[in-house]
Nanobody
Framework: QVQPVESGGGLVQAGSSLRLSCTAS????????IGWFRQAPRKARGFVAA????????YYADSVRGRATISRDNAKDTVYLDLDSLKPDDTDVYHC?????????????????WGQGTRVIVSS
């Protein structure tokens, strides 16, 4: 079964940029939509962005629209999330997951096979 593996997080200053990567392990992403979500301790997981299997369609949460770009390279089985103009409020653990249902781009967000996450910390 496919297992997403996230990387690219770190400690950055406000206004900086980061590229998060989500790579497939044990399978392939190519046929599936992929989503990015964020979660803070003791808080509900929140949608950040999603991309269709072909890459033709992308969706963003209002909180990141205009500052984030989701993309994919199916030849590398990797999905990217570029975050620009980072704010302290962007601090969270970012997870990627595989879309497994029709509602991968809208609540309740049908996803499975979650990665362990990569931590983003934005200092002011």
């Amino acid at each position: 079964q496919v297992q997403p593996v996230e990387s690219g997080g770190g400690l950055v200053q406000a206004g900086s940029s980061l590229r998060l990567s989500c790579t497939a392990s044990g399978g392939t992403f190519a046929r599936y939509p992929i989503g990015w979500f964020r979660q803070a301790p003791r808080k509900a997981r929140g949608f950040v962005a999603a991309i269709s299997s072909s890459g033709d369609s992308t969706y963003y949460a209002d909180s990141v629209r205009g500052r984030a770009t989701i993309s994919r390279d199916n030849a590398k089985d990797t999905v990217y999330l570029d975050l620009d103009s980072l704010k302290p409020d962007d601090t969270d653990v970012y997870h990627c997951a595989v879309g497994v249902g029709a509602r991968w781009y809208t609540p309740p967000y049908d996803y499975a096979y979650w990665g362990q996450g990569t931590r983003v910390i934005v200092s002011s």
